[in-house]
């Protein structure tokens, strides 16, 4: 599995929404890979934090360029 591979599919990785053969490639690619390591810790602090915050903290520009962002993505 290529770094790229893994960036794609750390969000089933995360949420344990692949196959137990995917889910091995993953961690043995995780196992050799400290960049890839590094992202996987990076996203799950992320995750976390932004579970905290409540839609009243987000302003209206920051929720603007997210929104974009995520419709980026979508249709790329």
Known sequence: MSCNQ???H???YLEGAM????????????????GCTS??????TTI????LLTE????AEARAVLLEAF???RSA
């Open 39 to 44: 992202f996987l810790d990076q996203f799950r």
């Open 71 to 73: 419709r980026d993505v």
């Open 6 to 8: 893994l960036v794609e």
């Open 19 to 34: 196959a137990l053969d995917e889910r091995g490639r993953v961690e043995e690619h995780l196992a050799g890979c400290d």
């Open 56 to 59: 009243e903290q987000v302003t």
């Open 10 to 12: 750390i969000t089933d």
């Open 48 to 51: 976390r934090l932004t579970g």
